[in-house]
C-alpha cells in the first residue's frame, strides 16, 4: 500500500495514534495496535468505529492477530474484510453496514474473552 496523504488525525479515547487518508470517494481511519496487548486493540477499535457513520467512512485495523473478542462483539454490526499481511500481521477494513452499524455498542471496550 502507498503512503499516500496520511494524516495525523485526533480520535477520542485513542490510545495509539489514528491516520486518515481518501481513496476515490472513501475517507479512511486507520491504526495499528500490532504492538499492543489486551484491551488496547479493543479500546481503540471502538474509538476508531465510532467514526464510521456512513458507507464511505471505513476503519483500518493492523493487528498481530485477528481480534476474535471484538469480533464476536460488533462482527454483526459491519462488514468485514481480513487481509494477512506479508509480516504476518493481519489488517481488517471495517465497512458501514446500513441498520446494523448504529446497533453496535461501541461503549463496551474490554474484552472478557
Known amino acids: ?7 495525523a488525525v485526533e480520535v477520542p479515547g485513542a490510545t495509539v495514534p489514528f491516520f ?10 486507520e491504526f495499528d495496535t500490532s504492538k499492543c496487548g489486551p484491551p ?3 479500546v481503540n477499535a471502538m474509538a476508531g468505529l465510532k467514526m464510521v457513520d456512513s458507507p464511505n467512512k471505513k476503519v483500518v ?22 487481509e494477512k499481511m506479508d509480516d504476518g500481521r493481519v489488517k481488517l477494513i471495517f ?3 446500513a441498520g446494523e452499524s448504529e446497533k453496535a455498542d ?7 474473552g
Open 106 to 112: 461501541l461503549s463496551q471496550n474490554t474484552c472478557h
Open 1 to 7: 500500500m502507498s503512503e499516500f496523504n496520511k494524516q
Open 40 to 42: 488496547e486493540p479493543m
Open 61 to 82: 485495523m493492523i493487528n498481530h492477530k485477528k481480534p476474535m473478542g471484538l469480533l464476536d462483539k460488533i462482527g454483526e454490526n459491519y462488514d468485514i474484510e481480513t
Open 20 to 29: 486518515t487518508y481518501t481513496m476515490g470517494e472513501t475517507q479512511y481511519y
Open 95 to 97: 465497512s458501514y453496514r
